[in-house]
């Protein structure tokens, strides 16, 4: 039987734990997860692409079935390229679903209309409730703010945020 394998694509500036949530739930559906990370130009991540695979990689360790690389170009591209049929996304909430709706939905017809006509679906996932108000973004405000990011990230992810932070400080008052 061929080998069921989904993309999980994303920025992971940085990975947090509702994304290895996800990441945990995706597993239990299929049979190998690459964890993609999109090189986009159009947000300023903190992390390059390369701390930002590395980390995944750290924290993907002990996960059998894990992949995580980078892609650029359509996703829809990439998932052929791989020889995935389905990409995976997270749903934390109501606020979540008209952007996804609408990406789903275009990635189906674009995918209908390559050369290729591939057939990708999404499959979204909730996580555990208490990773629904959580995200990259917030993670990093309250560790540059200074608060206590335990819970919501791997330790050695919460050091290399704090050594990103100080650094850039430096930088700036320097
Ligand atoms: P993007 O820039 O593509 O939204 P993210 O790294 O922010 O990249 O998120 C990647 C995927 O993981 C998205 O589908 C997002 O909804 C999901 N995700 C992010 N944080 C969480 C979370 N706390 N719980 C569940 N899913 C999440």
């Known amino acids: 039987m061929n080998e069921k394998i989904a993309i999980y694509p994303g920025s992971f500036d940085p990975l947090t734990n509702g994304h290895l949530d996800i990441l945990a739930r995706a597993l239990k559906i299929f049979d190998k997860i690459i964890v993609a990370v999109a090189a986009t130009e159009l947000k300023k991540p903190l ?78 996932l909730m996580p555990d409730e208490k990773y629904t108000y959580l995200s990259s973004t917030l993670v990093k405000e309250v560790v540059r703010l200074g608060g206590d990011a335990k819970n919501f990230v791997p330790k ?8 990103k932070f100080k650094s850039s400080h430096a930088k700036i008052y320097l």
């Open 156 to 163: 050695f992810i919460e050091l290399a945020l704090i050594k």
């Open 47 to 124: 992390f390059s692409i390369a701390e930002r695979l590395k980390m995944i990689k750290t924290a993907t360790l002990n996960l059998k079935n894990v992949e995580a690389e980078s892609f650029s170009g359509l996703l829809v591209d990439y998932a052929l390229q791989k020889k995935a049929n389905a990409l995976i996304r997270g749903l934390r909430a109501v606020s979540d679903f008209e952007y996804e709706f609408q990406m789903a939905l275009m990635n189906r017809h674009l995918a209908k209309h390559s050369k290729n006509q591939n057939h990708v679906e999404t499959v979204y």
